[in-house]
């Protein structure tokens, strides 16, 4: 540090040059005018890794956002399909179960049918040749017992068993004694095999016409049958019942004056086989069914398969569809659609011999309009819920929306071909069509799907949650110590220009290795190796400022401490405003002597003037402090002064 004496003093021509360039100083700033002072801006990094971890977040709640939408559609999607599999094999198996035992149970019918005719048959054979008689003047002993038996072992599907023998046109009169004097005998059996104590012999015989008649249905009568040929008068029945329609007996009753019946009796007898019709018919006065005719024939010989065998009677048997599909599936498994399908078309209005002048009768009955309405297909529509059947119409009446889902089944196929039957004549094929509906659907179609959807949700939710909280508390532990990294950031800014700043907090970064480690070693064995390289350049072009207060030390020694402090104080406060408006480093303070610097740490051509400039601003600052303060610091505090010395 230069010697006083070669300071300049508040007399030299230190004045002079301030003087000389006070109007101005070197960074554009009026003499005595103070630069707004730069607010101080936090490290860039500091804000950019904010902005960083910012983004991060937002990205982080948009992917968990994503994905909790992603996992609940997913889960909801497969959870739905997993029911709607669920719904789609469970249906399958209903329908299986339905074809299965439906084409069973139709086998077994005619089988039981095919094994009752041939047993009657033989049975008639071998009486007939005891008793020396045939055919058609043949009662089968028993028959309510053997016809419960055949209904127990077929189940509920049929509803009635008929006996009607083959009587020719000269053998009329010869049956119809024949039957009035055999009526007694098995309807008294009949009444007690059922056990029925509501009726007696007398008032079925009363209720019995003694002649082969027919139903005139434009005239709603009974009369004799006249036309030629054979016919097919009822003889045998279980149960015994009445006619709704006529309120009598039905034995006599030629069931050939029936159309359906003529044509389907036509094929019988044509093929010798089986034959089955499809149509609507009246049970009682108000109740009506779909169901088939079974016309199951009666041979003279037991041997059903013989070559010379012979058509001598009729077996037939009448099916209700409704109750052909009960009981095939349990409780609970409900919501089963079938619709029973035939491959002949039927006109009523033929088979029951409707004209014109009738339709007006048989359009409540029929619900029909006309007579082309009367031509329909043989379709029939139920649903079936457990073991219950219920009947939903005469129609196709599916739900058109599961027809992917349709089971198709031929359950009943008598294999009649175009060239086995008579010319416009027709033996149906019967055909189920099974589908699910909404009420076997609603059951699988339940919440479930919302239910892990939503459960997926919570759970995102909460994980969302304990990670925001996470964040929250991480953040802020961020916040305090990047506060005080700022905190420390500003002191040390305010301590050391710019550059020195970010130079020592690159040797700061630096590993330990590299640099403490060095420094202890160097410190324990009295080495000079400090392990890093000093912060100090070379600046060869500067003006370095001294400057202390003249008459300090007497002044100091009369004041107290406070006093002393509040001098150097608001002095050096002054000072430091001026050499930030000059550009002047200041290098340090020690005691009353201030130490600034001019052309660093940023190096300028001019810093000698800045010096002087700095120097003369210094001077009248001093002057103008010391005044101000001897009202408070005492009389003798205005003859301090400034010593100013420059060293270029």
Not at 85 to 98: C, L, M, P, V
Not at 165 to 189: C, G, I, K, L, T
Not at 279 to 296: A, C, H, P
Not at 628 to 647: C, F, M
Request: glycine share 6%; charged share 20%; with cysteine.
């Amino acid at each position: 540090m230069p010697s006083k004496n070669n300071h300049l003093t508040q007399n030299s021509d230190l004045r002079s040059i301030g003087n000389g360039a006070s109007t101005c100083s070197s960074s554009g700033y009026q003499s005595g005018q103070t630069p707004p002072r730069p607010v101080y801006n936090a490290p860039t990094v500091a804000k950019s890794e904010e902005r960083n971890i910012l983004r991060a977040k937002c990205l982080v709640a948009l992917i968990l956002v994503l994905a909790t939408a992603t996992v609940a559609t997913s889960a909801y999607i497969l959870v739905n399909d997993q029911s709607q599999s669920d719904f789609e094999n469970q249906f399958k198996g209903y329908a299986s179960k339905i074809a299965s035992v439906s084409r069973n149970n139709a086998d077994q019918i005619f089988d039981a049918l095919d094994i009752f005719a041939a047993m009657v048959g033989s049975q008639a054979a071998v009486e007939n040749e005891l008793r020396n008689t045939s055919w058609p003047f043949y009662t089968i002993p028993e028959f309510s017992v053997k016809a419960e038996r055949l209904v127990n072992l077929i189940g509920e599907t049929v509803t009635e068993v008929l006996l009607a023998p083959v009587v020719q046109e000269h053998e009329r009169d010869a049956w119809a004694n024949y039957a009035n004097s055999m009526n007694p005998v098995w309807f008294q059996e009949s009444l007690e095999y059922e056990g029925n104590t509501d009726l007696t012999v007398n008032e079925l015989l009363q209720r019995t016409l003694p002649f082969i008649h027919t139903y005139d249905v434009v005239n709603l009568r009974l009369e004799r049958i006249e036309k030629p040929g054979e016919v097919l008068p009822l003889y045998q029945q279980y149960p015994l019942r009445f006619n709704f329609a006529t309120n009598t007996m039905g034995t006599g009753y030629d069931i050939l004056s029936l159309v359906a019946v003529a044509e389907q009796y036509e094929i019988t007898k044509e093929t010798l086989r089986p034959t089955i019709g499809f149509s609507r018919f009246l049970v009682d006065s108000e109740t009506y069914v779909t169901g088939s005719k079974i016309l199951q024939p009666i041979y003279n010989t037991g041997d059903t398969k013989a070559e010379d065998r012979k058509i001598v009677a009729i077996f037939g048997t009448l099916l209700n569809w409704q109750g052909f599909f009960k009981d095939i599936l349990t409780q609970g498994q409900n919501g089963v659609v079938v619709v029973l399908r035939s491959s002949c078309i039927t006109n009523l209005a033929l088979q029951y011999g409707i004209n014109e002048t009738d339709i007006e009768d048989a359009a409540d009955f029929y619900d029909v309009d006309d007579l082309e309405d009367l031509i329909r297909e043989d379709v029939i529509t139920y649903q079936v819920d457990g073991p219950d059947v219920l009947l939903l119409g005469y129609e196709d009446l599916h739900d058109p929306k599961y027809d992917s889902l349709e089971v198709k089944e031929v359950f009943l196929d008598l294999g009649f071909g175009f060239d086995d039957l008579p010319e416009d004549q027709c033996v149906p094929t019967l055909t189920l069509h099974i589908y699910p509906s909404e009420k076997l659907e609603a059951i699988y179609r339940n919440s479930d799907p919302a239910i892990y959807a939503s459960v997926v949700v919570v759970i995102f939710v909460f994980t969302s949650l304990v990670f925001l909280l996470y964040v929250y508390f991480v953040g802020k532990r961020q916040r305090i110590v990047m506060d005080r990294i700022v905190r420390q950031d500003k002191i040390v800014t305010d301590v050391f220009p710019t550059a020195i700043r970010d130079r020592l907090y690159e040797v700061q970064a630096q590993p330990t290795g590299k640099r403490g480690a060095q420094d202890i070693d160097g410190f324990e064995d009295g080495s000079d190796d400090l392990g890093s390289a000093p912060l100090a350049d070379l600046f060869p072009s500067v003006s370095v400022v001294y400057a202390d207060i003249a008459g300090f030390t007497a002044w100091s020694s009369a004041r107290e401490p406070q006093q002393v402090f509040l001098l150097l104080e608001s002095i050096y406060h002054s000072l430091d405003k001026i050499a930030y408006r000059h550009d002047i480093f200041k290098v340090e303070t020690v005691g009353d002597c201030y130490v600034a610097a001019a052309g660093l740490p940023e190096p300028v051509d001019n810093h000698a003037v800045l010096a002087c400039r700095f120097a003369l601003d210094c001077l009248r600052k001093m002057r103008q402090s010391t005044v101000k303060l001897e009202v408070s610091l005492g009389p003798d505090t205005a003859d301090l002064a400034l010593r100013i010395g420059i060293h270029r």
